[in-house]
């Protein structure tokens, strides 16, 4: 059996909605600092948010290795 040899570009994107107390006086982008200098796993382990975690992915081919005709 001949094959050809194919590069592909696969692209994941991963999707979960995490809840986190953050202080109450705090606008929308407060909250977002805050939440990136506490780093909490809370928010940014995939595990931990399982229940809503939810993942695309997409395979393109980048390059076909075949000689042209």
């Known amino acids: 059996m001949q094959t ?3 590069k592909f570009m696969v692209t994941r994107e991963e ?3 995490a ?3 953050v202080p109450a ?3 929308d982008e407060q909250a977002l600092e805050y939440i990136h200098a506490e780093a909490p ?3 940014f382990d995939e595990y931990l948010n ?3 975690y939810d ?3 997409h395979v393109s081919v980048v390059e076909d290795g075949s000689a042209p005709a």
């Open 19 to 21: 809840e986190y107390d």
């Open 41 to 43: 796993d809370e928010v």
């Open 25 to 27: 006086h705090m606008t």
């Open 55 to 57: 993942q695309d992915t």
């Open 4 to 6: 050809r040899n194919v």
């Open 15 to 17: 999707v979960w909605f």
């Open 50 to 52: 399982k229940y809503s």
